[in-house]
């Protein structure tokens, strides 16, 4: 068994720790599967599976796989609801402090950042608990050029309301204007975690390539696919690719038309997110690729991508990349529905395999 694998196997007790539906499984359940077990499941099964070689969209076809499912909050709430962490509406602002921010943001626009900041001080002296309404203050602090102020201000912000990514990117990019970089990286490590796909966290980086940060693309890159296609299940792959995602269409596959399976593996045939089918899958994946290589078969069709999951796997993480990557396409805030520990082993994913130091001339020692 190639060392992929038995790290996966390792890998039942990290990152369901959560008491969110959407990770619900058994207290024990059965080992992966390896990707010839697999196989012989769908030779023995009465569901007819078509394998099928098939060009992959652009980025793999992780939209057809994981399509989103759950809208985000604009400005969310966790609260516990029967022991679980559920996500809602945060309180509207009171009229007067709407009208005040309504006031405001004509000065804003107009960078006049110190009438704007008269209005947004008695905003939040009128609501203490409006949140956003201190972000808008710090910002009208850090546009004026006043950062530790305006630190102060979205540190209230994240005091109230810790689960909101913005105000962690705003805090972040307070600290690096006062020089305290170690703690920015934290603070903008927070962002990720609670919004892997923000894209102005992403485009910052990309655009500002002096702070010695990029925040690298997506590591998995799904080149293996399987849907219903009338009575049978079309198993696809792309050939211009590593062939070591077949292995990952054939246990998507066998997820897709062995309800026993599924139930096995998580205690409910119902389809819905499960980091465990995702583990196996990408698992299989995994072991075909790294037996590919020892054999030094890797020269035509190798995919990096599965190179640099890996890596990941080897730091104990795939569960964590699973969580990051594709939990939050079906639900953009899953992760406000985890639990403080599963939090910060994102953090850490994030820290080693997400936002990560550059080289540059100018950079900051980070």
């Not at 970089?181 to 990720?192: G, M, N, Q, R, T």
Request: a negative charge; one cysteine or more; proline letters at 7%.
């Amino acid at each position: 068994m190639h060392r992929p694998l038995v790290i996966l196997c390792a890998l039942f007790a990290v990152g369901c720790a959560s008491k969110s539906r959407t990770l619900s499984r058994p207290a024990e359940p059965p080992p992966f599967l390896s990707p010839a077990q697999v196989m012989k499941r769908m030779e023995a099964s009465a569901v007819q599976y078509r394998v099928e070689g098939r060009d992959s969209p652009p980025g793999g076809w992780a939209d057809q796989l994981w399509p989103q499912r759950v809208s985000p909050r604009e400005a969310p709430r966790v609260k516990e609801e029967n022991g679980e962490r559920v996500i809602v509406d945060w309180p509207g602002n009171p009229p007067a402090v709407n009208a005040l921010l309504d006031e405001a943001e004509p000065h804003f626009e107009a960078r006049r950042y110190a009438e704007a900041a008269k209005l947004y001080e008695q905003a939040t002296n009128t609501c203490p608990d409006c949140y956003l309404a201190w972000n808008f203050r710090g910002d009208a602090a850090l546009f004026s050029g006043d950062a530790a102020t305006a630190l102060e201000h979205y540190r209230r912000a994240i005091q109230v309301n810790p689960n909101d990514h913005r105000s962690w990117f705003f805090q972040g990019n307070a600290l690096a204007r006062l020089g305290r970089f170690k703690e920015a990286l934290d603070s903008w490590a927070w962002c990720l975690v609670l919004n892997p796909r923000y894209a102005i966290i992403r485009d910052m980086f990309r655009n500002n390539a002096g702070l010695g940060l990029a925040v690298l693309d997506e590591a998995i890159v799904p080149r293996g696919y399987a849907e219903w296609a009338g009575e049978a299940v079309s198993v696809q792959f792309d050939p211009d690719h590593d062939p070591s995602w077949l292995a990952f269409a054939n246990c998507k596959a066998l997820w897709l038309g062995e309800p026993s399976h599924r139930r096995e593996m998580t205690g409910s045939a119902d389809e819905r997110f499960s980091t465990l089918e995702e583990v196996e899958c990408l698992g299989s994946a995994l072991v075909v690729h790294g037996n590919r290589k020892d054999k030094g078969e890797t020269d035509h069709g190798s995919d990096p991508s599965l190179d640099r999951l890996t890596a990941i796997t080897q730091d104990g993480m795939l569960t964590e990349a699973v969580l990051f990557e594709v939990g939050t396409r079906i639900h953009p805030q899953i992760v406000l529905t985890l639990d403080d520990d599963v939090r910060q082993r994102l953090k850490t994913y994030v820290l080693k395999h997400v936002l990560v130091p550059v080289p540059t001339a100018g950079g900051h020692d980070l």
